[in-house]
């Protein structure tokens, strides 16, 4: 009896879990089909590329409402078990509060698991490339995406520095370059060019009509070139990035984008609170059953549209404050880790005095 009980409990999870999940994905689903339609119409794009787009970004219209659908399945699972009187059968048979809802806890520990998998495998890629139809064959621009700065200063490891008025990405190439070596603290070579690219067969940068300057005894030593094919062997892609784009980046290229922004000495705090932001994300599923629970043992209410309108607002709710917190983050105003976490551990503390108090705990 001991097993089945908590394995009826978590069997009446799922259900409510997917059906929120439905309702939740459709609702901004037909939000998007309304809006970007007449986008699409008056472009002259094809009904099939316009599905295409639709279907590319489900993967991260699910991602948002996961937590919410976690909430409400909580809700009507623990609601129709109260409603029943199984809840307090539960407690007559010798069941502690504790034991009855642990079952729902671990089911949303195993949403949270789906749901890191989603945005960490699936959501990204399939909404890069939603972008990548709405950005190139809607918009007609062909270039989205890649990278090109303008006025860039970058640091390239061993006392190396880079400067150029632009760095593509897209062509690996640089206009107006010029790279300063320092020795011991001190300037050793410097190469100015009007252009140069990254020879991808020698695996090197190439220098075009230039100048290279030694330093040696205080005593600069200065050459003209045509070509010049330099001992500067960082890859390109070490040195350029494209766009942060939140929602079209996996944790594991983060953790990559991370390690090669402090390669280049640039900053690393937008991507160290998107990092942040989204584990602290999934975890919000746990947060949300925790909740879940303390609304119906102290609200008592098993309706079912009481119960959607509950998910929502708490969801919406979550939501918000973790996207102010995390504006707050890159802005500076926190350190990344409160500002992807203290929304999560502020609702955590509400929902573990809420369980405190209706003894549960």
């Known amino acids: ?21 439905g309702i939740f994905t459709a609702l901004i689903f037909f939000g998007t089909l309304f809006d970007k339609l007449n986008i699409f ?21 699910a991602a948002q409402v996961i937590p919410m659908a976690t909430l409400l399945a909580v809700l009507f699972a623990l609601g129709d ?13 010798g069941y502690r509060p504790l034991t009855m809802i642990m079952p729902l806890l671990l089911c949303s520990l195993i949403v949270a698991v789906f749901h890191f998998a989603l945005i960490e495998f699936v959501s990204p890629v399939l909404y890069m490339k939603s972008q990548r139809i709405y950005h190139s064959e809607l918009k007609g621009k062909k270039d989205w995406g890649n990278m090109a700065r303008k006025n860039v200063s970058f640091f390239a490891g061993e006392g190396t520095f880079i400067s150029a008025n632009v760095f593509n990405g897209k062509t690996r190439s640089m206009e107006k ?18 252009r140069a690219y990254w020879d991808k067969e020698s695996a090197r940068w190439i220098f075009l009509n230039g ?43 983060l953790l990559n984008r991370i390690d090669k ?16 932001y989204k584990l602290a994300f999934t975890l919000s599923n746990f947060v949300m059953a925790m909740i879940g629970i303390v609304v119906i043992l102290f609200f008592n209410r098993v309706n ?3 119960n959607i309108g509950i998910a929502i607002s708490l969801g919406f709710l979550l939501w ?21 976490f203290g929304p999560l551990v502020l609702f955590f503390l509400i929902a573990l005095f809420g369980m405190r108090k209706a003894k549960i705990i």
């Open 41 to 61: 119409m008056r472009a002259g794009s094809n009904l099939s590329l316009f599905v295409k787009y639709l279907l590319c970004q489900l993967p991260y219209y």
């Open 177 to 194: 370059a010029v790279v300063d070596i320092y020795k011991d603290g001190e300037m050793s070579v410097e190469i100015s060019a009007k």
């Open 211 to 253: 100048a290279l300057t030694k330093y040696d005894d205080d005593r600069p030593l200065t050459k003209s070139f045509d070509v010049y094919k330099s001992e500067f062997l960082i890859h390109p892609e070490k040195l350029v990035f494209k766009e942060l784009v939140a929602d079209g980046i996996s944790i594991r290229k």
């Open 1 to 21: 009896m001991s097993k089945i009980f908590p394995k009826y409990i978590a069997a009446s999870f799922f259900g409510p879990f997917f059906f929120g999940l």
């Open 261 to 276: 922004l402090r390669f280049i000495g640039s900053s690393i705090i937008a991507e160290k609170t998107l990092l942040y």
């Open 304 to 306: 079912n549209m009481f």
């Open 320 to 340: 918000a404050f973790m996207t102010i917190s995390s504006s707050a983050g890159v802005s500076e105003v926190l350190s990344p880790v409160w500002a992807g």
């Open 81 to 93: 078990f109260i409603k029943r009187g199984e809840w307090k059968a539960g407690q007559a048979g």
